[in-house]
């Protein structure tokens, strides 16, 4: 599949914020509560993602993935957050496609992008927390080398509540 993986600009916000709602509409219906889903609005997450863009965090990185002049999907990534956080290791915070693309290998590109992002910056391991339920993603996950390590919590992400379990990978590995 041809495609292009660049930084996010302003103008990707809107169908950024629509990608971030399809995508949770898709993957967390039984995992979240079906009303937070169907509240989500694309205006709302617009507003979020261009404000990540236009005010990064320091070191954040926004890319997305780009189909005939399309962006398709997003991540979001940056130094290690959180109580645990240590300086030598990067997180991914998001990575979301538009479901019409799932499947096509986009997502894999981008993960790649971010782990290779991640590891340019200095980063010498990189972290990711993901919902229990979230089959398709953890399979990307694992099959791109990163590890459930065993650490689970509870966490509010964007006003939902969810348990997460967290997944590691060396960057030192090729």
């Given at each position: 599949?041809?495609?292009?993986?660049?930084?996010?600009r302003?103008?990707?916000?809107?169908?950024?914020?629509?990608?971030?709602?399809?995508?949770w509409?898709a993957?967390?219906?039984g995992?979240?509560?079906d009303?937070?889903?169907d509240?989500?609005?694309?205006?709302d997450r617009?507003v979020l993602w261009?404000?990540?863009?236009?005010?990064?965090?320091?070191?954040?990185?926004?890319?997305?993935?780009?189909?005939?002049?399309?962006?398709?999907?997003?991540?979001?990534?940056?130094p290690?957050?959180?109580?645990l956080?240590?300086?030598?290791?990067?997180?991914?915070?998001?990575?979301?496609?538009?479901?019409?693309?799932?499947?096509?290998?986009?997502?894999?590109?981008?993960?790649?992008?971010?782990?290779?992002g991640?590891?340019?910056?200095?980063?010498?391991?990189a972290?990711?927390?993901?919902?229990?339920?979230n089959?398709?993603?953890?399979?990307?996950?694992e099959?791109e080398?990163?590890?459930?390590?065993?650490?689970?919590?509870d966490?509010?992400?964007?006003g939902?509540?969810?348990?997460?379990?967290?997944?590691?990978?060396a960057l030192?590995?090729?």
């Amino acid at each position: 599949m041809d495609h292009v993986i660049r930084g996010a600009r302003p103008e990707d916000s809107e169908a950024i914020g629509l990608i971030h709602v399809r995508a949770w509409q898709a993957a967390y219906r039984g995992v979240m509560p079906d009303g937070y889903l169907d509240a989500l609005r694309v205006e709302d997450r617009a507003v979020l993602w261009q404000r990540a863009i236009e005010e990064p965090r320091p070191r954040q990185r926004l890319r997305v993935v780009v189909v005939d002049d399309a962006v398709a999907g997003f991540a979001v990534s940056g130094p290690e957050a959180g109580d645990l956080a240590r300086e030598t290791a990067g997180e991914l915070y998001a990575i979301n496609l538009d479901p019409r693309w799932w499947g096509k290998g986009l997502g894999r590109a981008l993960l790649r992008e971010v782990t290779s992002g991640l590891a340019d910056s200095g980063y010498t391991a990189a972290v990711l927390w993901v919902t229990p339920a979230n089959e398709r993603a953890r399979n990307l996950y694992e099959s791109e080398g990163w590890a459930t390590d065993g650490t689970n919590r509870d966490a509010e992400v964007l006003g939902a509540k969810v348990l997460e379990v967290r997944y590691q990978r060396a960057l030192s590995d090729p």
